[in-house]
């Protein structure tokens, strides 16, 4: 880890191992055999059972679940391309047309970033505003963080504490109609 930011996530998980007497390997053989899985739930843990801090718990489950470009090296090398050719790879192949249809409406709102994850990719503002990923096979899954849209049948809203508001399931790129755009334009222009 050769640049600052770097060097300071080093320097934390260091004296989170100093904090809780376990090494980098204890701890995440700590939070596997807990069973849980989604990054809030083990950031709870590491804070209700380890004592840490928001944080330390935070960057430590960023690291165990290897959820963050910095801890997974297969993220660092992959391009954006590389990473959407592995999203819809295989069964999945299919699919990139819905997932291109909706960046391309999403490119004509204006700056924004894209942060490639393992099984989605994340679009941020000042804050995340959409997740777009292969659900199965035979469906992309958008994520939509906007507050107040009115009810539709395809649009599932999603309890509090989530990273989206809602989610809409999408099997044809034809299903990213302007009723869709107008939702996503509603995220980005929330988003900041």
């Known amino acids: 880890m050769s640049d600052p930011i770097q060097k300071a996530v080093e320097t934390q998980l260091n004296n989170i191992q100093s904090k809780t007497g376990k090494t980098l390997i204890e701890l995440t053989q700590f939070a596997q055999a807990s069973g849980l899985t989604k990054h ?9 059972e380890l004592g840490l801090g928001h944080g330390d718990a ?9 959820s963050s470009s910095m801890f997974a090296p297969e993220m660092q090398e992959a391009s954006a391309d590389d990473v959407l050719d592995q999203l819809y790879s295989g069964p999945k192949a299919a699919l990139r047309p819905i997932h291109d ?4 409406a999403i490119t004509g709102f204006g700056p924004y970033d ?3 994850k393992q099984k989605y990719v994340s679009l941020r503002r000042k804050k995340q ?8 096979n035979k469906q992309v899954e958008l994520g939509l963080n906007v507050k107040d849209l ?3 049948a395809r649009l599932t809203a999603l309890p509090a504490g989530n990273m989206c508001n809602y989610k809409i399931r999408l099997s044809d790129s034809s299903e ?14 929330g988003a900041g």
């Open 129 to 136: 505003f959409a997740m777009i990923g292969p659900a199965t």
């Open 58 to 66: 935070n960057t430590l489950t960023h690291y165990v679940l290897q």
């Open 176 to 189: 990213v109609d302007a009723e869709l755009i107008g939702w996503l334009q509603a995220a980005y222009e």
């Open 150 to 152: 009115q009810n539709a």
């Open 40 to 48: 809030g739930q083990v950031r709870d843990l590491f804070k209700k």
């Open 101 to 104: 249809k909706l960046m391309a």
């Open 114 to 116: 894209t942060a490639p």
